[in-house]
């Protein structure tokens, strides 16, 4: 059975700083991308980062450059997003996706390409 678990979403204040870990299981992580999503209240889900475990290759949505790392750890089948400089805007629920390494490259940071998603995670940023 696949799993994606999200955790680290909270409370923080703008300028801070978060770590969420996103938990996958039920599939060759090494094969597969994770992708970070997020979706604010009233808005569309958007795409914010995407490492494929295959190359280690990265994406980021503009408005999160400079401010979020993506990165993986194999030896846990986790992937992480460094989350710093939070603005208001950051507020959402972050959800991680899976899908296959190949299949993520036409379009990591749209929703059509991903087979699995995880519950997500709060993300609530206050002045």
């Known amino acids: 059975e696949v799993q994606l678990v999200e955790s680290g979403g909270s409370l923080v204040q703008t300028g801070g700083s978060l770590r969420l870990s996103c938990a996958a299981s039920?599939?060759?992580?090494?094969?597969?991308?994770i992708g970070w999503f997020r979706q604010a209240p009233g808005k569309e889900r958007e795409g914010v980062s995407c490492?494929?475990?295959?190359?280690?290759?990265?994406w980021y949505a503009d408005s999160v450059k400079g401010r979020f790392t993506i990165s993986t750890d194999k030896t846990k089948n986790t992937v992480y997003l460094q989350m710093n400089m939070l603005k208001l805007e950051d507020t959402a629920v972050y959800y991680c996706?899976?899908?296959?390494?190949?299949?993520?490259?036409?379009?990591?940071?749209?929703?059509?390409?991903?087979?699995?998603w995880g519950q997500g995670t709060q993300v609530t940023v206050s002045s």
């Open positions: 039920g599939f060759n992580f090494r094969d597969y991308a």
């Open positions: 490492i494929n475990n295959r190359d280690v290759n990265t």
């Open positions: 996706a899976a899908t296959h390494g190949l299949t993520v490259v036409a379009g990591p940071l749209l929703e059509w390409p991903y087979d699995y």
